[in-house]
T-cell receptor
Framework: AQTVTQSQPEMSVQEAETVTLSCTYD???????LFWYKQPPSRQMILVIR??????QNATENRFSVNFQKAAKSFSLKISDSQLGDAAMYFCAYRSPNTGNQFYFGTGTSLTVIP | GAVVSQHPSWVICKSGTSVKIECRSLDFQATTMFWYRQFPKQSLMLMAT?????????EQGVEKDKFLINHASLTLSTLTVTSAHPEDSSFYIC??????????????FGAGTRLSVL
């Protein structure tokens, strides 16, 4: 099974500042998908951003962007202009094309936004 | 994005009773649904994967006779916790993926169900 590692259990950021959450993964596959999900206190999992491995261009969704380094197997999430509503658990996930859309999740990073 | 509805959001039951949790995809056909269990401040643990019309595939260590999964239609999957005991108390989350541009290669999640077994 693929392994997804989030080495930062907790992070904090000042409101309006920028924060980067790290994620690394282990795989021998060349084609796959990577995701960042947000889980606020309501515990509803929300898709933040996704990246297809065959695309070299980093995905961007408004204030959220990723730094995808395929050779290094790294997939970090950058949140710009942090807002109080960004406070949540963030999970990095890997999807293999060979396991029926099964996702492998990291252990999560708890993000605190300081007003 | 696509919407997945999960019901109930919170259920309290007595030990020994069974509880059914429903997961519905509202605006797409969910060819595959997933059931997760999440302990406080931990990641999601995959319990089983179900494809419409087929038997669910359970992860190692998950009792298929205790956690009954049915995926009889392209919009509905159910998880029944049979003879629930206090150690089954947890947060259960479903997700769904399907065909088409809306839900291909993505999992959309329900809001989760908090199960408390007394």
């Amino acid at each position: 099974a693929q392994t997804v590692t989030q080495s930062q259990p907790e992070m904090s950021v000042q409101e309006a500042e920028t924060v980067t959450l790290s994620c690394t993964y282990d795989t021998s596959e060349s084609d796959y998908y990577l995701f960042w999900y947000k889980q606020p206190p309501s515990r509803q999992m929300i898709l933040v951003i996704r990246q297809e491995a065959y695309k070299q261009q980093n995905a961007t969704e408004n204030r959220f962007s990723v730094n995808f380094q395929k050779a290094a197997k790294s997939f970090s999430l950058k949140i710009s202009d942090s807002q109080l509503g960004d406070a949540a658990m963030y999970f990095c996930a890997y999807r293999s094309p060979n396991t029926g859309n099964q996702f492998y999740f990291g252990t999560g990073t708890s993000l605190t936004v300081i007003p | 994005g696509a919407v997945v509805s999960q019901h109930p959001s919170w259920v309290i039951c007595k030990s020994g009773t069974s509880v059914k949790i429903e997961c519905r995809s509202l605006d797409f056909q969910a060819t595959t649904m997933f059931w997760y269990r999440q302990f406080p401040k931990q990641s999601l643990m995959l319990m089983a994967t179900s494809n419409e019309g087929s038997k669910a595939t359970y992860e190692q260590g998950v009792e298929k006779d205790k956690f009954l999964i049915n995926h009889a239609s392209l919009t509905l999957s159910t998880l029944t916790v049979t003879s629930a005991h206090p150690e089954d108390s947890s947060f259960y989350i479903c997700s769904a993926s399907g065909t088409g541009m809306l839900a291909k290669n993505i999992q959309y999640f329900g809001a989760g169900t908090r199960l408390s077994v007394l």
